[in-house]
C-alpha cells in the first residue's frame, strides 16, 4: 500500500473576513451557522487564536 499525503491549501473564506471585522469592531459573541461540511468550523479555528487566550 502507498501513503499518500495530500496538503490542502487553505480556502479563502469571504465569512472569514466578515467574522473577524464584526469580532474586531464589537467584540462580543456571533452566532455561525450554514450547511454542514461548509468550512463553519474551520473558520473559527482560524481566527480563535486572535481572540482567545490559551492557558
Given at each position: 500500500m502507498?501513503?499518500?499525503?495530500?496538503?490542502?491549501?487553505?480556502?479563502?473564506?469571504?465569512?472569514?473576513?466578515?467574522?473577524?471585522?464584526?469580532?474586531?469592531?464589537?467584540?462580543?459573541m456571533?452566532?455561525?451557522?450554514?450547511?454542514?461540511?461548509?468550512?463553519?468550523?474551520?473558520?473559527?479555528?482560524?481566527?480563535?487564536?486572535t481572540?482567545?487566550?490559551?492557558?
Amino acid at each position: 500500500m502507498y501513503d499518500i499525503m495530500v496538503h490542502m491549501q487553505e480556502q479563502h473564506r469571504l465569512y472569514t473576513e466578515v467574522l473577524a471585522d464584526h469580532l474586531r469592531r464589537h467584540r462580543h459573541m456571533a452566532l455561525v451557522c450554514g450547511p454542514r461540511q461548509f468550512g463553519k468550523t474551520t473558520t473559527c479555528r482560524s481566527i480563535s487564536d486572535t481572540y482567545l487566550k490559551r492557558r
